[in-house]
């Protein structure tokens, strides 16, 4: 069975693409810092996840997550992010201790966990960032965390290069229904937004497809793949 790490797996995209794994017998490591929804989360998948609670920015938990899943892990998802302050501020009142701990768990958390996973990796691992369309536009109070999603894609970027035997592939899974997005829109009604699962077949595609390492939009592979 393929083995990988996806982490804030308790909601969202996250906990959707845990699903459409385990159905399709993959083995998992997931993560979450909220212990209860997140051991609900692995008791609704069965006996092939292993949930460890934890905040990505811990190398201990790091390490744990890579040694709950070795020897051998198949894939990565970094899915795991926070927004930063809520509401967005602009970047004039943006505090910078705050941006620090938003790059610190969207940027450098990531990079530290692949750098732990790329050992264990067999030819043709995959690494999935999980990244935002707000990495690219200039969205009035998104800079904080489109900074941080900008960062990720060029690390992404560069690391596909410097791995050629493995897939490395920024991701935007594009508007979702999810408490991160509604975070970012206090007292907003965001129901228009698709649920989470819609965004699940572009990843799917890039789990077990032969797509170059890159950046891609979700709603652009499952186009293809339908």
Sequence with gaps: ?????????????????????????????????????LHD?????GDAVTAIAGDVTDPEHRRALVDAAGPRIDLLVNNASVLGPSPL??????????????????????????????????????VINVTSDAAVWPYEGWGGYGASKAALD?????????????????????????RMHQDAFPGEDISDRPPPEDSVPGLLALVEGTE???????????????
């Design 89 to 126: 501020p602009a970047l004039a009142d943006l505090d910078v201790n705050a941006f620090a701990r938003v790059m610190l768990a969207n940027t450098l958390a990531p990079l530290a966990l692949a750098q732990l996973v790329l050992p264990w990796m067999p030819d043709g691992g995959r």
């Design 154 to 178: 060029q690390l992404s970027a560069v690391l596909g290069q410097e791995q050629p035997r493995l897939k490395v592939y920024a991701v935007d899974p594009g508007d979702m229904r999810t």
């Design 212 to 226: 170059p390492s890159g950046r891609y939009r979700a709603a652009d592979l499952a186009a293809v793949s339908a």
């Design 1 to 37: 069975m393929p083995t990988g790490i996806i982490t804030g797996a308790s909601r969202g995209l996250g906990l959707a693409l845990a699903r459409a794994l385990t159905r399709d017998g993959w083995e998992l490591v997931i993560d979450a810092r909220g212990a209860v929804a």
């Design 41 to 45: 989360a692995a008791a609704s998948l």
